[in-house]
């Protein structure tokens, strides 16, 4: 590193980057108060997220929960439902368990002490140096994928950004340019530089404030960097789910906090094992609920991403056999018989809400009771 540093003229970055940050900056609406509170929230937020979906959705956030101590107060269905479509719902359960934290303890106020926000649920090394250098100016380094493809283009680094050696390379080099006094700036020219100009794909070297410093476009490798290693694997699962109508109910359950998409609800059924969709659909509900339910028709497929699975949902509208609506929930915490009109305050996974938005858009119908 320090033969890449050394040179006085990578070490000049920092005036060009800063000058071109006044005039292009994003205007976000947590940078008009760089309150911790919002920091953190946006940071949060935007991760594994759209930017612009991210402003949106911070917006109905703080409109909803001004202050740390409203999200404390919340009840968890809430919080949840106001996530909902965001992913990654553990981000929100955490977030949830700080703020009742920041409440009870820290005076209801986001703290910008770097070591401090490492002791908070959810807050890892990057959200903790996010908030500490950009809402509170200290001197921490922020890296994210935009500050790595950045670095791994100026100074050309042909190595897999994702090894330790790579991350450690580019940890110390952030460190040593680091402004002393300036961090907040730096540390978002630098992520504003990799979402606007540097982009993964055809970024605008023409226009970039550090074209001329940067190694990799010197020698030809821009689109070579950063280095990626092997992707992964997408594994696909073909999962059921019944829709069951009862009167003018419908079914759902609410999932473990501890399972994936812990506390959200959804429609009973299971990944799909032996025989067709619709008999797996009905041996699931009876299984997982008790409920003995029989198809009356399919309603859609829907597919749906996280992490490396692709989920293969296939969805069946289904009645009860008989009257009996007790249920012996095997994996779900929680079941209720809703009106459809209701189902709307209830935070559901990407495939259930898929299903739900299929069925107002072409079938509402589906949730009308059958005349006798």
Known sequence: MRELLSNSKNCHIVEPLLLWFRRAARDLPWRSTYDPYHVWISEIMLQQTQMDRGVVYFNRWIGRFPTVRAVAEADLQEILKYWEGLGYYARARNLHKAAKVIADELDGQVPCNYQL??????????????IASVAGNQDVAVIDANVTRVYARLFDIDTPAGESLTKKRISDMARELLPRGRARLYNQALMDLGGLVCLPRNPSCEVCPLASFCKARQVGTVAERPVLGPGKKIITVEKVAGIIRHGDRIFIQQRALEAVWGGLWEFPGGELQDGTAEEE??????TETSLVVRVVLPVTTVIHHYTRYKIVLHSFLCELIGRNTQTTLRSAVDSRWVVPADLGSYAFP????KILKYIKATSPSLFESPRP
């Open 117 to 130: 926000l490492l002791t908070l649920p959810g807050i890892g090394p990057y959200t903790a140096a996010a």
């Open 281 to 286: 659909v009905v041996r699931q509900i009876l």
């Open 350 to 353: 990407a495939g259930p809400r």
